[in-house]
């Protein structure tokens, strides 16, 4: 009887052992309601943000049948200009795309954005690529535009290279595709790109570099302005160095493919970039 008495002692100080074990397991301990509240408040914020900068966006309809009277870029520079003493001479004349050289056309979609015809606005695998290189280096190196971004930054953003704004690109973008065709995107990105110290759109750029209409420029033309538009600044139309000869050769080489030159019109091309054409042996 005493071994008993000693066994169902021992079970229950066991037990009582146990028991409080089992209620702590399930009443959720205080650091995990403090990490679950703060993930609840951080998606909340999150949604609260991205609600913000969707209303904050601007309203793109307008463009469907107005020209732009001013991009932020041209604000931009003239603010540039004065801080610097003397008011920006600004060049820039609208021209329909019709109005443009299918050379330049071509060329411009060619250099800038290969995918301009099928995507909806945004490369996302190029995002991926930028996303993937701004994590590892901590740094927003390169962007990965298409056209219908850099349309975005230049109508109504800057050209720093902060996650906010390029969140505020990719929205404009993605109004942008669901408000203009694709023709309308690439004649208001022609007509409002800088290729220059105060030359804006591709009529002041021809008339500036080249002394021609938008609607007159040769294949050569075409590509040395196509080449420019990363930086105009570095990259002028008339900068015939060898590595842009290079890129503006592929461009009218990429033209003879798509049709639109003959071959000896790509010819005539190439020798006025510089390359010579041997002699067959």
């Known amino acids: 009887m005493p071994s008993y008495t000693l066994d169902v002692s021992t079970a229950h100080k066991r037990a009582a052992s146990v028991a409080p074990n089992k209620r702590s397991a399930k009443t959720p301990r205080p650091w995990r309601r403090r990490l679950a509240l703060a993930a609840l408040a951080m998606m909340v914020l999150a949604a609260l943000a991205a609600i913000a900068l969707w209303w904050s966006l601007p309203n793109v309809d307008y463009l469907a049948a107005h020209n732009p009277k001013t991009t932020a870029f041209i604000e931009l520079r003239k603010e540039q200009a004065l801080a610097k003493g003397h008011p920006l001479k600004l060049r820039w004349k609208w021209r329909s795309l019709k109005q443009i050289s299918p050379y330049l056309r071509h060329a411009v979609v060619a250099a800038e954005d290969a995918k301009f015809w099928k995507h909806d606005g945004v490369d996302w695998d190029a995002m991926e690529e930028v996303a993937r290189e701004a994590w590892e280096t ?21 050209p720093s290279k902060s996650m906010i704004r390029k969140l505020r690109e990719l929205f404009i973008a993605r109004r942008l595709e669901h408000a203009l065709t694709k023709d309308r995107i690439l004649e208001i990105y022609l007509n409002v790109a800088e290729w220059g110290d105060g030359v804006f759109g591709a009529e002041a750029a021809a008339q500036r570099w080249f002394g021609v ?5 040769t294949p050569a033309q075409a590509a040395r302005l196509a080449v420019a538009l990363p930086n105009p600044f570095r990259r002028s139309a008339k900068n015939d160095a060898p590595w842009l000869d290079r890129k ?5 080489q990429s033209m ?10 790509l010819k005539v091309a190439l020798e006025a970039l510089g390359q010579v054409q041997q002699p067959a042996p």
């Open 256 to 265: 003879r493919r798509a049709g639109l030159l003959k071959e000896a019109e």
């Open 213 to 217: 209409s938008a609607a007159r420029l």
């Open 138 to 158: 901590r740094s927003m190196r390169r962007g990965g535009s298409t056209i219908t971004q850099q349309l975005a930054k230049n109508l109504y953003l800057s």
């Open 248 to 252: 503006a050769r592929r461009l009218v």
